[in-house]
């Protein structure tokens, strides 16, 4: 990030968040799935006589998004991230509960609620595969009515910073998968939404890309103030743009708070790296490791021990007395770790309603 | 919704269909001269087993150019590739990007529709100025410049009202999810009853009643019959009313389905 956009996202940040832009009460998500056994003869008996099975996607989730804030939706394949990111977009209808973003409850599908919203999908092109970009760019123009002058502005501004400027008369099916993640990008942000659904932007992209996709997203972010929430596996997307997540495991909220809150309350341990000067032999010799953490690594010249947080001040002082320490390092552990751990350790709710039944 | 996003719609779509020019050739010779040989090859059979000289006031010159303008039009309604677009879009998911435009949905897929009939506009144009001089006009059929206008006019109602009448049927994919088998039955029935397989100067008097006031005419049989100077004003016009209205039962039908249907929809793919 520039030292611009730092000021810039610093002086937003300062600003105090006025009314949450999404609301979302108890929301629950059931779909209704046939079951099919394998094989010909599964195939065959599916023709007369079907089991069908309801999934619970999401269950009585509750939050709020406040105005320039990036949410992160976290969880396993399955978890409802994508289903709760659907109801909000308006795409699909909830089976309970309630939502509300800017005032509107998304399922309606207000012409003035869906002028304000994008949706970004990583997994699914939403740009016309003949066309160049600059084309898509005139039909989302008339679409979303954005008027010429704004148009041209907005359009310059995103092709400038996402460096896609000589890439625009390109037919989108001939652009490489950063590229065409970065007109995906801009075909969301032409009208200037102020909330923005990112669903894994950054899936099957170059560390190069997803570095410039991120450096973007809070680019524009500190500059335009939308409400976002973001689902993606990748760890380093939630750590470089979500100050909040939210876990979900089996449609349920697990933990919702700050990231930092995240790893002091489930981050037991911490990771305490040495690196040894070969040529000298450790005072204590090296099988009295073992007392000082857990040893996750151990070769000649380097240690890594796992050690209780409340127990690392006292384990480096000994390191450093008895080991011949040439470099110290305590880093966290991986935050992906954490919140797996916290996906897993969580009492299991109660188990999916699976309801057999015959329909015609 | 503003006509200027339609016209945009449809341009880009014209421009997609038409940026591959082997598929627009091929379609173009291959695809009507294999539709044109199996017609010819019926009207000659009409004729042969009938053994009269003219069938339903048609001499075999005439009936082969009604299947020639048949065809066609033919095309131009059915605007075949993209007659299941609504169908798919539910299936994979391609609905779920319309739902976000702050649009209407039929109407945005409506304008692709009529974008994507360029490629055919062309043939039409084409193969239907030089039709009549190849066949020969007989005596039977009188184009003028009138015809053609009034044609016009009836082929896109028709197209309209083909695009309505499948949106009900297409809309079944909330629930069914592949509807295929239901659009190509429906497809049968309107090239049976619409006059696209056979005049529909050759059923019987009784059935031709019903049929007027059915919407299946107004497809096929009521363009082409015009062209060919066929109908009179009156008939025209009466023709037209009764279109319309049916295209505004089909368009309640199709927003009611859509209305339960939107509620099954669950945006696969994403």
Known sequence: MLQSDRRIARTCERRRTVAPMIEVDKLTKTFTVHKKEPGLAGSVRSLFRREYVHKRAVREVSFSVGEGEIVGLVGANGAGKTTIVKMLAGII????????VLGFTPWERDNRFRRQIALIMGQKAQLWWDLPAADCFLLLKEIYQIPEERYRSTLEYLAEALEVRDELQVQIRRLSLGERMKMELIAALLHSPRVVYLDEPTIGLDLTAQR??????LRYRAEHRPAMILTSHYMEDIERLCRRIIILREGEIVFDGSLEKVMSEYAEHKIITA???KEEAPV???????????VEESTPDLVRLRVPRGRVAETAAELLRGWPVADLAIEDVDIGTVIERIQRSRQRSQPETAKREEKP | MRLA???NVSSTEARKRMSYRTDFWINSLGGIAVNFSVYWFLAHALFAASGASTLGGYTPRGMVLYYVFAILMGRMVQST?????????????????????????????????????????IQMTLFGAVAPFLVGIPQEVHITPASVAMSLASLAVANLL???LLLPIQEVAFWAENVWSLVVAERFVMSLLGGLLLPLDLFPDWARQVLYWL???YLYSVPVRTLMGRVTVTEWATGLVIATLWCGVAAALGRLVWRRGDLQYTGVGL
Not at chain 2, 109 to 114: G, L, R, T
């Open chain 1, 93 to 100: 209808h909830p089976t309970s509960g309630r939502a509300s």
């Open chain 1, 212 to 217: 410039a996709i991120r450096d973007f997203i």
């Open chain 1, 275 to 277: 690196h040894l000067r």
């Open chain 1, 284 to 294: 204590g010799g090296s099988d009295g490791l073992g007392a000082l953490g857990v």
């Open chain 2, 5 to 7: 996003l339609l016209w």
């Open chain 2, 81 to 121: 590739e993209m007659e299941m677009g609504t169908s798919q879009d539910i299936y994979d998911g391609s609905l779920s990007r319309y739902l976000l435009y702050p649009v209407s949905y039929p109407a945005v897929k409506y304008a692709e529709q009529v974008g994507a009939l360029a490629p055919q506009m």
């Open chain 2, 162 to 164: 083909h695009y309505l």
């Open chain 2, 215 to 217: 919407p299946f005419p």
